[in-house]
């Protein structure tokens, strides 16, 4: 029986963060997060551009709070707006962007906007990145370009829970482009980082 629950209010909220991030596509939106309260459900929006996620005196938020009491039966949904602090560690964030530079440009400015992003991603202060991007580019044979720098863990725990990452897909004129970002934060603690502590000098009177 609990196992059933636990199911179910994992399946809602799956279906309740596909609902958020259609719609809310091109609007800075990165990650909601999901809290029980005593007063009802809170869902925290992060996003780059509050403004657009509001919408005009507040009818995006009232019209998801009502699909959001109808469709999935929540008695009291209480959203805010969290304003994500440093957008270019945000794996979302660096992927729409790179989307977005891609359905306005093209690809044949591919490697200027991989570099640009990587350098905008180290000039946040994260360890290390990499970005792939794969697909008709810049020619009619599929491949892959890697653009990398700084520290990266490739495998291990830390791979698997402390580095962030996303894939995902632009349509284009050529077909589809694929784009993976990994971004290693800058807090993250290495196992291999040791500091030697220097031992308290006593001195005796």
Request: proline share 4%; with cysteine; hydrophobic share 35%.
């Given at each position: ?71 999935f ?118 196992p ?6 220097e ?6 009177e």
């Amino acid at each position: 029986m609990i196992e059933k629950r636990f199911v179910s209010q994992k399946v809602k909220e799956f279906q309740i963060r596909e609902y958020v991030e259609t719609q809310l596509s091109k609007t800075g939106y990165t990650d909601i997060a999901l809290k029980r309260t005593p007063l009802g459900e809170k869902i925290i929006i992060y996003t780059t551009r509050p403004g657009l996620v509001v919408g005009k005196k507040g009818e995006k938020i009232n019209r998801m709070t009502q699909v959001l009491k109808k469709n999935f039966h929540m008695e009291n949904p209480q959203i805010e707006i969290g304003e994500v602090a440093n957008p270019f560690l945000n794996v979302k964030f660096v992927v729409d962007r790179m989307a977005s530079s891609f359905e306005k440009f093209g690809t044949n400015r591919f490697k200027s906007i991989g570099y640009k992003m990587l350098q905008e991603i180290l000039d946040a202060g994260a360890l290390g990145a990499e970005i792939v991007i794969s697909g008709t580019v810049p020619s009619s044979r599929a491949k892959s370009w890697r653009f990398s720098a700084g520290y990266l863990k490739k495998s291990g725990d830390i791979s698997e829970t402390k580095v962030k990452k996303i894939s995902q897909g632009v349509c284009l004129k050529q077909g589809i482009v694929g784009i993976k970002v990994l971004i290693m934060p800058p807090d993250v603690k290495l196992p291999d980082d040791i500091r030697i502590r220097e031992k308290p000098k006593v001195t005796v009177e």
